[in-house]
């Protein structure tokens, strides 16, 4: 409020001359109103297409008040969006400075902004807070403990090693002969009961082919042979059958365990354990399964974050089973051997360990949020200090945040009204007016004055909220209103124009002001849809959410984010997208009342409207129940024409209900509400009379319009339905009464309708609908379609030659639309039924 102040002085010279030139004009003006007021043809409302949202025309101003219009209003919106340039100092931080600058006296000063920067960056490098997540840490213990005893399963069924006394042949070859491809099996066996082989002939050598066969052996099917050799020699034959039996028998258990083996894997597809397991002695096994918990239990207690390389897991794998891995020699095994079966043993149970971990650290959130919260207290405020005499800052040096706070606070920084900074915004300001105003042209004028103010009242609230800092600065409530009001391309560019000025003129965030645009443009495109005020407050949910997520999505991609305030980030957009949620409440809340004050006519308003529980259409339907039936009908033909010929069918809807309701004033003088009693215009007899009550249900019904609050749009229909028509009846009544008396005379316009004729298509449209239905009542139901054609063309074409339709923009070519679709409305009403013989009727 200082800085408007402060900029209402500094313009006050500047404006005194334009408003001295107004306060001479003005007069003159008004005088010139009056009298063109009193020559001037009646300006009725018009209705807007329903793009627009807004069923009103324009009142055309003199070229002079429009003039001051524009001129005051880029003033207004100039002072009130141009924060910035007022009180703005000369020199800032990032300048260089253009002289030096003397302490006149000793000052120590907090430097906020500094420390704003340094609380922000302690709070986005603070460290991350982890705990141990006991559900995955279970899961991980007992996805292993089940490896492990189906390990054990498979092992049982694969047969235990050795499967033969060591003394018949070592573990080392009972594990190659389990495991041998079947030829290389039978070759050996083959081999082996062969009578001129012996184990010295092995080791010494032959001649001829079985030396060849004997060379192609591989260094295990060697040592298996041998000692097959050594046990023929000092075994019977019946022995040797025996063992071939118990190898047999394993290897077949060996090949059944295998593929079970391999179906054993873990949730994330990997396979745990491989065949080497059965080569395990149990002892072995027994050591690996010890192994295997103790080190589950160490590093799952140590934790394992989500970022740990893999090769980090396996280093920190490697080095716990060096520890906790050992293996007991077998007695009567070399040392080579148990040194592969210790290196087996590691293998197998690294590989396990490796499938079954994952990270099993997150986040604590809590204390994370504590400890950032910790960091950004702990940042001391920055203060500056500077002695008397000292220089603050010196020519030709460039001016640091600290060294501005010093000029400042000892008024150096030559604050004033920038006035050329201004005066472009101002340039910029009257862009921005010039487009909206342009917009209104190209949409016909369909702004009245008082739109224009509210339009203006909108703007200058969202500078108000600017001023106050307050968060998303109104504007999904100025796209919801002026959507639903006006239409989504006016509100698109109010938006707009808010979003360049916005930042040029005051201090706003960008961001978050995007942000809110992006919601504010969502509501206005919506708005115009919708049809309920349900509908507004659902849509204001959806506001709150497009302001929330298009926060959190401008926040990650222009800033970066630290893994600490990840919280801090989504609690803010998600406070965004509530302040969003409230704005759209506030716009619901106030526009009611905005469209009462203003005289708007929204699409949810005409429907509300349009509600038959409506008080005056209650009314309407009790005191004259005929007029009600009637006005049912009139607006089902008015509705479909006007939905046909692209009009606006909520206007016409609504208008219709309401444009008989001045019959209310005298029911029984209306004959559809006579119900077959005495005519009471018979009973008078007196066609003036008469003429005087058929032509007062439109004065009296603008009358109730008024008295109830309707909108001028809908009063409008009232006395337009009727235009300027002759009330031919009773005027051809006084006709003949003046036969009989000569000096009696018989003016046309005393049996006229006041007007004004139809000024919109949609109130003429009511007129046709109105004048044909009755007609089309009348006709007998075993009329055809060309018969209901040719009297509703008629009526059609008398209403086109009277003249009543040349200020409604409806064409000759829309007469023969509205023509066929009135018929085929009628063929609906009047559509035939199956005739119910006597019996059935009396079942019945």
């Not at 003199?62 to 141009?82: E, S």
């Not at 020199?91 to 120590?108: C, E, H, K, Q, R």
């Not at 009242?457 to 600017?466: E, K, N, R, Y």
């Not at 829309?814 to 019996?839: E, L």
């Amino acid at each position: 409020m200082q800085s408007v102040t402060f900029m209402v002085k500094a313009v006050w010279q500047r404006l005194r001359t334009s408003v001295g030139w107004c306060k001479t004009q003005l007069p003159q003006v008004s005088t010139s109103l009056r009298q063109k007021s009193n020559t001037s043809i009646r300006q009725s409302t018009k209705s807007a297409n329903q793009s627009k949202g807004l069923y009103a025309v324009s009142r055309h101003t003199p070229f002079n008040q429009t003039q001051i219009a524009i001129l005051l209003t880029v003033l207004l919106l100039t002072a009130i969006l141009g924060q910035r340039f007022y009180n703005q100092p000369a020199l800032s931080a990032g300048t260089v400075a253009a002289d030096t600058f003397i302490a006149p006296y000793n000052a120590t000063l907090p430097d906020l902004v500094t420390t704003a920067e340094n609380r922000q960056a302690a709070r986005s490098g603070s460290l991350i807070v982890l705990q141990i997540d006991q559900e995955r840490t279970n899961a991980i213990l007992e996805e292993a403990k089940s490896i492990l005893s189906q390990g054990s399963i498979l092992r049982q069924q694969a047969g235990n090693i050795p499967y033969l006394p060591p003394a018949q042949l070592s573990s080392r070859t009972q594990r190659y002969l389990r495991q041998a491809p079947a030829q290389d099996w039978e070759d050996l066996w083959a081999l082996a009961q062969m009578p001129t082989l012996t184990s010295t002939v092995l080791q010494q050598g032959t001649n001829g082919s079985l030396q060849i066969r004997l060379n192609s052996l591989g260094a295990n099917q060697r040592i298996a042979l041998n000692e097959l050799l050594r046990l023929r020699e000092r075994t019977p034959s019946i022995s040797m059958a025996t063992v071939r039996s118990q190898i047999d028998g394993n290897r077949q258990k060996y090949a059944d365990a295998k593929p079970e083996l391999q179906q054993l894997i873990t949730r994330d597809g990997v396979q745990p354990l491989d065949y080497r397991l059965f080569d395990l002695s149990d002892n072995d096994w027994k050591a690996i399964q010890a192994a295997s918990r103790l080190v589950l239990d160490r590093m799952l207690a140590q934790g394992i974050h989500e970022g740990m390389p893999a090769s980090l897991w396996q280093q920190a794998i490697d080095s716990q089973l060096q520890e906790t891995l050992k293996l007991d020699v077998p007695p009567g095994i070399n040392r080579d051997e148990f040194s592969d079966q210790e290196t087996i043993a590691k293998d197998i149970t690294a590989k396990l360990l490796s499938s079954v971990l994952r990270p099993n650290l997150i986040e604590d959130q809590e204390q994370t949020r504590l400890r950032a919260e910790q960091a950004e207290n702990e940042v001391k405020t920055v203060t500056v200090s500077v002695e008397q005499g000292d220089a603050i800052v010196r020519k030709g040096e460039t001016i640091t945040q600290g060294d501005f706070v010093l000029l400042d606070h000892f008024n150096l920084t030559q604050r004033r009204l920038n006035w050329f900074g201004f005066t472009g915004f101002g340039a910029l300001v009257s862009m921005g007016v010039g487009a909206l105003l342009w917009i209104d042209h190209w949409q016909k004028g369909s702004l009245r004055q008082r739109d224009h103010i509210l339009v203006l009242c909108l703007i200058v609230s969202v500078a108000g909220l600017m001023a106050l800092k307050i968060p998303g600065l109104g504007l999904p409530a100025v796209g919801l209103l002026l959507g639903s009001f006006y239409g989504y391309i006016l509100a698109t560019v109010t938006i707009a124009l808010l979003v360049v000025l916005l930042p040029v003129g005051g201090s706003v965030s960008v961001l978050p002001l995007f942000a809110a645009a992006c919601a504010a443009l969502v509501g206005a495109w919506i708005a115009p849809r919708l049809r309920s005020r349900e509908e507004f407050a659902l849509l204001g949910g959806v506001v709150g959410l497009t302001q929330g997520v298009i926060h959190l999505v401008l926040t990650l991609m222009f800033n970066s984010v630290s893994a600490t305030v990840w919280y801090t980030i989504i609690r803010d957009s998600a406070l965004f997208g509530v302040y969003g949620i409230a704005w759209s409440i506030v716009a619901l809340g106030v526009s009611p009342y905005l469209e009462s004050v203003f005289d708007l006519v929204t699409p949810i308003r005409l429907a509300e409207l349009s509600n038959p529980n409506r008080p005056l259409l209650k009314r309407l339907a009790a005191d004259a129940p005929g007029t009600f039936q009637h006005t049912m009908f009139v607006a089902n033909l008015a509705e479909a024409a006007a939905r046909t010929l692209g009009h606006n069918v909520e206007l016409v809807r609504a208008g219709t209900l309401y444009h008989d309701i001045g019959k209310m004033h005298d029911p029984l003088g209306f004959i559809e509400n006579q119900m077959g009693g005495p005519n009471k215009h018979d009973l008078i007899n007196d066609p003036w009379v008469s003429s005087d009550i058929i032509k007062k249900h439109v004065t009296e019904g603008v009358v109730m319009a008024r008295k109830h609050r309707l909108p001028k749009a809908i009063q409008a229909f009232i006395p337009e339905h009727q235009g300027a028509m002759l009330i031919s009846y009773f005027y051809y009544q006084a006709q003949e009464i003046a036969k009989q008396n000569p000096e009696m005379k018989v003016l046309e316009e005393d049996f006229r309708y006041d007007g004004p004729i139809p000024q919109s298509p949609e109130t003429g449209i009511v007129m046709l609908a109105d004048s044909c239905e009755a007609a089309l009542r009348s006709l007998h139901k075993e009329a055809c379609a060309e018969e209901a054609y040719a009297m509703v063309n008629k009526i059609l074409r008398a209403r086109w030659k009277d003249k009543q339709l040349v200020d409604s923009s409806l064409t000759r070519k829309d007469m023969d639309v509205i023509a066929n679709v009135f018929v085929q409305v009628w063929q609906q009403f009047n559509h035939k039924r199956i005739a119910y013989p006597k019996g059935a009727l009396a079942a019945k």
